[in-house]
């Protein structure tokens, strides 16, 4: 995990694959803020406030398998 200074903050950077093997990019902010960008078809597929809630609304049927794009 590698981490940016921002403001006198920290912030996380994770390199990760999902259950399909997809690379993901995932940032964490020390307060718990977080989001999660997939670099197929660079989507982001989660954005997170610092109480751990969803603000980003992704389709459950969305398929994460190439060719198919994530939708």
Do not use: C
């Not at 670099?39 to 751990?52: A, P, Q």
């Amino acid at each position: 995990m590698g981490n940016l200074t921002m403001s006198d903050q920290k912030v996380y950077v994770e390199m990760e694959k999902d259950a399909n093997g997809l690379e993901k990019v995932v940032l964490k902010e020390p307060r718990g803020a977080s989001a999660q960008v997939h670099l197929f078809g660079e989507h982001v597929t989660s954005w997170k406030n610092d109480r751990g809630e969803e603000l980003l609304f992704v389709n459950s049927r969305a398929i994460f398998r190439p060719p198919k794009a994530i939708r």
